[in-house]
C-alpha cells in the first residue's frame, strides 16, 4: 500500500514539475494569447535594463515596433519597459520579440474602463472639491504599480460654446488644465497603487458655463470622459479689519451669500503668522441662522509684517452638498504711530515750498516771454525801418531821375 501511494506522489510530481516546465517555457518563449472577445488590450513588457524596444508580432507575422506601428497602437517605451495599448487587436498567438527580463516578464491588460464621479451641476468659483476617479480592468480594480505610476489623472475645462466645431481653431477657446494627477498617496489619495484616484480640484476660473473633460493618459492608455458645467462666481466674502489700539484685537469676518450658502452652515479655521514666524490657529462657526462667522486676532503692538489664510467649510443652500473654500493668504504691516500734527506741518511746509517753486517759476517764464518779446519787436522794427529805408530810396531816386530828364525834353515858344 505504501509503495502504491508512494508511486502516486512521484506521478503527481512529475506532472506538477512537467506543467512548470511548460509554463517556464511558455514565459521564456514570450508569446502570449488574445482573446476574440477583447477589444483593447495594453501590453506591459518588462526588459532588460538599457536594453531596445521589443518587437511585436502578431498572430498572422506582422510586426510592430515603437518607431513604426498602426494607427490603432500606441506605444510608451522606458529604458526596461514597454507599454503597448492596441484597439481591435487581432485575436491569436502574440510574441514579443527582444531582451525580456524573465523575472516580470509581461503583463496584460484587457477592458481598461476610468470610471469618475460626475461633476455637481453647479460649481462655485475659488471652491475646492473632492474629485475620485478609479481604473478597473475586467471590471476589477486595475493594481499593477508599475503601470499606475505612470497613468496621469487630467480634469480640462474649455469653455462652452455653441456649435465650436465649426469654429476655425483660432477662434475656439483654449482648454485649461485645472488638475493632473497620480495614483500615489499624496494629498488626498488614500491608497498608493489601488486605482484609485482622489485630488482636491481647484476650481480656478472665471464663472460661466464649460465642458470637463476627464483623461487619464499616459501616452498610450487613453480614456475619456464629458460633461457640461456650471460654475458660479464664489458665494463667500473674508474681510480683514486691522486694529491702530494696542490690546483691542483684529477681526476676520468671514460671510455667506444669502441663497447660496446654507443659515448656520459656516465654519472657519484660521493660520495666523507673526513676524517672530509665531503661528496662531483660529476657529469658529456660525451661530443658529447665521450666514458670517467673526473671529479675534490678539493685537499687542509688535511692529512688522503678518501673514494669515484659512479654510471655510460651508453647505449648499440648494443641494446640501458639502463646499471647501480656501482663503489664500494675505498679508498686512504694523508701523510706528504717526505724529498727526507733525506729519501736518511738514505737509504744510512742504506745500508751502511747492508754491514758491511755482512761483519763481512764473516769474522766471514771464520773464522769458517778456524778453522774447521784446526780440521779436527790435527785429519787427527792424526789418520795417530796413523795408522803409528801401522804400524811400527807390522812391527819391525815381523823383531825382526824372528831373534830370525834364531839361533835356523842354522846347522854348518863339517870341
Not at 121 to 136: C, H, M, P, S
Not at 262 to 276: G, M, N, Q, R, Y
Not at 295 to 305: A, M, Q, R, S, T
Request: net charge neutral; glycine share 6%.
Amino acid at each position: 500500500m505504501l509503495r502504491v501511494l508512494a508511486t502516486g506522489c512521484l506521478l503527481l510530481l512529475s506532472f506538477g514539475l512537467h506543467a512548470a516546465t511548460e509554463s517556464v517555457m511558455s514565459l521564456l518563449d514570450n508569446r502570449f494569447r488574445v482573446d476574440p472577445s477583447i477589444e483593447q488590450v495594453t501590453f506591459v513588457i518588462y526588459r532588460a535594463d538599457n536594453s531596445k524596444p521589443v518587437v511585436l508580432v502578431r498572430p498572422d507575422g506582422k510586426k510592430y515596433y515603437s518607431w513604426r506601428n498602426a494607427d490603432n497602437v500606441r506605444w510608451y517605451e522606458e529604458s526596461s519597459m514597454d507599454i503597448i495599448s492596441i484597439d481591435n487587436p487581432m485575436p491569436g498567438p502574440w510574441q514579443a520579440v527582444g531582451k525580456v527580463s524573465p523575472k516580470n516578464n509581461i503583463k496584460l491588460l484587457s477592458h481598461l474602463v476610468l470610471d469618475a464621479n460626475e461633476f455637481p451641476d453647479k460649481l462655485y468659483q475659488t471652491e475646492r472639491i473632492k474629485f475620485t476617479a478609479r481604473l478597473t480592468s475586467d471590471g476589477k480594480p486595475l493594481v499593477l504599480r508599475d503601470f499606475l505610476d505612470r497613468v496621469k489623472l487630467k480634469v480640462i475645462f474649455t469653455k462652452f460654446v455653441e456649435n465650436e466645431e465649426s469654429l476655425v481653431r483660432e477662434a475656439r477657446p483654449v482648454p485649461v488644465v485645472m488638475g493632473e494627477f497620480a495614483d500615489d498617496g499624496a494629498d488626498l489619495d488614500e491608497k498608493a497603487g489601488d486605482g484609485v484616484f482622489t485630488v482636491s480640484l481647484p476650481i480656478d476660473i472665471e464663472p460661466g458655463k464649460y465642458r470637463v473633460r476627464i483623461t487619464s493618459g499616459n501616452g498610450v492608455f487613453l480614456r475619456a470622459q464629458e460633461q457640461e458645467v456650471l460654475v458660479y462666481p464664489t458665494p463667500i466674502t473674508s474681510t480683514f479689519i486691522q486694529s491702530r489700539k494696542e490690546g483691542l484685537p483684529h477681526t476676520i469676518v468671514v460671510s455667506g451669500e444669502q441663497g447660496m450658502i446654507a443659515p448656520s452652515s459656516l465654519a472657519v479655521h484660521v493660520e495666523h503668522k507673526a513676524p517672530d514666524e509665531y503661528v496662531m490657529y483660529k476657529q469658529g462657526q456660525a451661530e443658529v441662522d447665521a450666514m458670517k462667522v467673526a473671529l479675534e486676532v490678539p493685537y499687542n503692538g509688535d511692529l512688522g509684517i503678518y501673514n494669515w489664510s484659512g479654510m471655510v467649510y460651508a453647505t449648499d443652500a440648494s443641494s446640501q452638498r458639502p463646499l471647501i473654500f480656501p482663503i489664500t493668504e494675505q498679508s498686512y504691516s504694523v508701523v510706528e504711530d504717526i505724529d498727526l500734527a507733525e506729519s501736518r506741518r511738514l505737509q504744510e511746509e512742504a506745500l508751502a515750498e511747492q508754491k514758491r517753486i511755482a512761483t519763481e517759476l512764473m516769474i522766471l517764464q514771464k520773464r522769458e516771454d517778456d524778453r522774447q518779446r521784446s526780440m521779436i519787436i527790435i527785429a519787427v522794427g527792424n526789418v520795417v525801418a530796413i523795408l522803409l529805408g528801401l522804400l524811400i530810396w527807390f522812391v527819391v531816386r525815381k523823383v531825382k531821375a526824372k528831373k534830370k530828364a525834364l531839361p533835356e525834353m523842354q522846347l522854348k515858344a518863339p517870341k
